[in-house]
């Protein structure tokens, strides 16, 4: 984990020594206190809030979904979606996911997530027409989100859930609330054309049960068990990448 992760989710904060970003930010998000809570019911099905926390050292914005309507019921949106796709983001040491925990705000329990600052999102970027120093690190970027977002069941159905924060290229896939549908097919438009050694070496040792432990408190048994299919698709995808193309136009 990069060390400046919590200067770029929070913009404050000193980070201790021994100890990775990302757990002090999950720390904060369930210890801090909350000093505002701006509830918006406008934005969407999922309704989240915007709450403002603060500490003895730091102070951050945070998103809070609460909405809880777990399949199979329809229209089905829960903040424990958001929770299993950081869960499964961790175990894949991909950090993708800003860090998110299980907290209640104002009696509700919830998702809360650090808010990214500083941030754009790619429809932002297109529009501005602004690129990177690293075109490819960019697109490499974006393959590994297509392996999550097929792992996941998330489509990008607008590029507004890409954030990135265009001081260092970082990429940031949020809003999964309605995520892990139990399909068992491949997303048509989240493609993964390559996808690094790192990643694909893990993806292949690693075990169901693993999977299972990591997010079975947030997932129904059908849920779970498509995400274990659509692994196993997304690898025989790369394979056969590999197989036509060679190792080294694949793997980076």
């Not at 299993?84 to 809360?112: C, F, H, M, Q, W």
């Not at 549908?181 to 169901?208: E, I, M, N, Q, W």
Request: proline fraction near 5%.
């Amino acid at each position: 984990m990069r060390l400046g992760l919590a200067c770029l989710l929070a913009g404050a904060g000193t980070l201790a020594l021994g100890q990775s970003a990302s757990v002090q930010r999950e720390e904060f998000l369930r210890t801090a206190q909350v000093i505002t809570v701006a509830k918006d019911e406008s934005t969407g099905r999922t309704s989240a809030w915007k709450v403002y926390l603060k500490d003895g050292q730091q102070a951050s914005r945070a998103i809070f979904k609460y909405i809880h309507r777990p399949r199979p019921k329809l229209l089905a949106s829960s903040y424990k979606y958001e929770l299993a796709a950081y869960e499964l983001n961790k175990l894949l040491g991909l950090d993708l996911v800003p860090p998110t925990v299980e907290r209640a705000i104002d009696g509700k329990p919830g998702s809360l997530q650090c808010f990214c600052e500083k941030t754009i999102t790619e429809a932002a970027r297109r529009r501005q027409n602004l690129k990177p120093p690293d075109v490819t690190s960019l697109q490499n970027s974006f393959s590994e989100m297509g392996i999550f977002e097929n792992l996941t069941n998330n489509p990008r159905e607008d590029a507004g859930d890409i954030l990135i924060n265009i001081s260092d290229w970082k990429v940031w896939r949020v809003d999964f609330s309605e995520a892990f549908a139990p399909d068992t097919v491949l997303l048509p438009d989240s493609p993964f054309p390559r996808c690094s050694k790192r990643l694909f070496t893990l993806l292949k040792g690693l075990p169901d049960d693993g999977i299972r432990e990591q997010v079975h408190a947030y997932l129904n048994d059908e849920e779970l068990e498509a995400l274990l299919v659509r692994k196993r698709l997304i690898l025989e995808k790369l394979d056969a990448l590999i197989l036509d193309k060679g190792e080294e136009a694949v793997l980076f």
